[in-house]
């Protein structure tokens, strides 16, 4: 999994201390379940810009958690998050952006924290900085002006993890993204990915995202979405792998192991009882996701493994 990024700052707001003025911060209120690509089924929340999209756990397929088209993440809170192209090189200034409305608008000249996680998917080719927050008195939606101004309210850098912000407007939206044309980011090239359409981007999962006057409320000292607990008995290896991938369990009984792909086919199979090297001659270059269950269809460790 790749590095997390946890982005905070300081605003200003109008209401009461401790109340985080994000509605449904952690995407989990539905309308209905997603399906498919580009459908933001989530209450509260929209896309202001391209197709964006949403994952919940409601969905076993490409929009679920913690398996869906960009890898494997558990989502911070419970169920689901959202995704948003930040870099797309075949689309010059190519941006995907989520917002909503604010419960109370901002107070000029009052103090604010915010808080959001932030993760890179494993199928992304590239990665970017100057992800963060701009805030806005109309939403932004596809017939409006671009929101890519070469400025946010506050976005991430290696240098720019936190800041203090005094409201200069009564804000009521809050959109989230890259603000920055393509000559003002750094894009890097990470040799990865899936190389299907949306793997040739910087694609970006969102999660958990506060908006308040008190900084315990974001509590601003965790750091970003939940990463994949590494089980202390199972192991596969070597990862990544190049031709045999052995698992080892030094547990009695019978174990089956499920491969699948970055689209989440099943790829393997095998049932085994102390260990097993899978011969992955036949299956092409990429990441692949391991399920292992015990002897009573229990699922008892999941993990990510790398073909090169």
């Known amino acids: 999994m790749k590095k997390l990024i946890t982005i905070f700052f300081l605003l200003t707001c ?27 089924t ?10 964006t999209d949403y994952f919940n756990s409601c969905n076993n397929n490409v929009v679920g958690v913690p398996f869906n088209f960009g890898g494997f993440q558990h989502a911070f809170d419970k169920i689901a998050y959202c995704g948003i192209l930040t870099y797309f090189p075949f689309t010059l200034n190519y941006r995907e952006y989520i917002g909503c409305k604010l419960t109370a608008q901002l107070i000029v000249g009052q103090k604010y924290y915010f808080h959001m996680k932030v993760n890179l998917a494993d199928s992304a ?11 806005s008195s109309y939403p932004y939606f596809q017939q409006n002006t671009s929101p890519i101004s070469n400025h946010a309210i506050v976005y991430s850098n290696i240098n720019i993890i936190d800041a203090a912000f005094i409201a200069d407007s009564a804000y009521q939206y809050m959109v989230i993204g890259n603000f920055f044309d393509d000559a003002h980011i750094t894009i ?9 359409y949306f793997g ?12 308040s006057t008190d900084s315990l409320t974001c509590n601003a000292t965790t750091n970003g979405i939940t990463t994949i607990k590494q089980n202390n008995v199972i192991n596969a290896f070597p990862n990544p792998f190049s031709a045999n991938l052995t698992f080892t369990n030094p547990n009695t009984g019978r174990t089956t192991i499920n491969l699948y792909d970055i689209f989440l086919r099943r790829v393997l199979q ?3 009882t102390n260990s097993t090297t899978l011969n992955t001659a036949q299956l092409r270059d990429g990441i692949y996701f391991y399920e292992i269950s015990d ?8 993990g990510k493994v790398i073909k090169r």
């Open 14 to 40: 109008l209401v009461s201390r401790g109340q985080n003025l994000v509605p449904n911060p952690s995407f989990e209120l539905i309308d209905s379940c997603p399906t498919t690509y580009g459908q933001m």
């Open 42 to 51: 989530l209450q509260s929340w929209t896309s202001y810009r391209a197709s």
């Open 125 to 135: 080719r590239y990665s970017t900085d100057k992800i963060g927050l701009q805030l």
């Open 188 to 196: 890097t090239d990470l040799g990865t990915g899936n190389h299907s």
């Open 200 to 211: 040739d981007g910087a694609y970006y999962y969102i999660d958990m995202v506060c908006l």
């Open 270 to 272: 095998t049932t085994f």
């Open 295 to 302: 002897d009573n269809n229990k699922v008892i460790s999941k």
